[in-house]
């Protein structure tokens, strides 16, 4: 048994947490070993192991959570994780519902401790929404993001729900805020999500795919190009809607030969390998 422990340090974590000292065990999982924990899943090649080990970290987020509740840090951890995890290794849409929304859950919990004024104001029509963003503390930039992040993330999980739908041209003003605080932040992230945000409709249908276009040129230079999800997301959402076979396939090329490996990508770019493959034996299909 002593053996097998190095095999398993997730599920011995989670053990100790049945102890008396459980809460300093969780804190000190969250705090002084977040950091590199979350470098480590985002350098890992081998997606297997993320998604077999992650959901025991989603339990110890869990649990400092409901230790702390006005704990922001471990809230926005805890959204970050759920979404990532719902959006890359779930596909039960049933399922990535439920991890989307306990995502969102945290995140706007987050928000509502730093940002009272935004948060009291997201069910409330756009023009009050967008008058309490304007205010929004741009020292906030990590908790507005985190939100943003999650709020997508629920809404792509529920794409048939007009309800979530509606929400987006106050997710689009968010991300907007966040882009013009800090750009570059997350690698750009906020341009990404504005990028599949202006492309999910047809121009016939009120879309805006050319707007979409510019923000995927603008998140492939913030990333330095390294980031090989913005290309599969381009091709996808902007090349097949505009029905452009010959950028979509490039895009994807470029995906299968560039190099996975890259500080804080190699996760991403392995996954988005794979999606690259899936998208041009579909698009085969579908041009």
């Known amino acids: 048994m002593r053996n097998s422990l190095p095999r398993l340090r997730f599920a011995s974590l ?12 969780v ?23 993320v998604r077999d080990g992650l959901p025991s970290y989603l339990l110890l987020i869990d649990s400092r ?6 704990d922001a840090a471990s809230l926005l951890a805890g959204a970050k994780l759920y979404g990532a995890y719902a959006g890359a290794f779930v596909d039960d849409n049933e399922r990535a519902q439920k991890l989307a ?11 509502c401790l730093s940002e009272k004024p935004l948060c009291e104001a997201l069910d409330a029509p756009y023009e009050k929404f967008d008058a309490a963003l304007k205010q929004a503390d741009a020292k906030d930039i990590a908790t507005l993001y985190g939100f943003a992040a999650a709020w997508a993330g629920r809404i792509q999980v529920n794409t048939s729900d ?8 106050k997710l689009q003003a968010l991300l907007l805020r966040c882009d013009a605080i800090d750009a570059h932040y997350d690698d750009g992230g906020a341009a990404l999500y504005l990028c599949v945000v202006n492309s999910i409709r047809p121009a016939s249908l009120g879309g805006k795919p050319e707007e979409g276009k510019a923000w995927f040129d603008k998140a492939l230079e913030l990333s330095g190009g390294k980031n090989q999800m913005v290309r599969v ?9 505009v029905f452009d076979q010959t950028l979509h396939d490039k895009l994807l090329n470029e ?5 996975p490996v890259a500080p804080r990508l190699t996760l991403i770019n392995t996954l988005a390998k794979k999606k690259a493959k899936a998208l041009l034996a579909s698009g085969k299909d579908f041009f």
């Open 27 to 49: 804190q000190k999982a969250t705090r002084e070993f977040g950091d590199s924990l979350t470098m480590a899943v985002l350098d890992q090649d081998d997606p297997g192991i």
């Open 101 to 111: 929304g306990r995502a969102y859950g945290y995140a706007r919990h987050a928000l």
């Open 65 to 70: 959570i409901e230790a702390n509740p006005e």
């Open 162 to 169: 007009w309800n979530a739908i509606a929400d987006l041209p």
């Open 14 to 25: 989670l053990c100790a947490c049945l102890s008396a000292a459980c809460g300093s065990v």
């Open 255 to 259: 995906v299968l030969a560039a190099d």
């Open 233 to 241: 997301l381009y091709a996808q959402f902007y090349a097949r809607l």
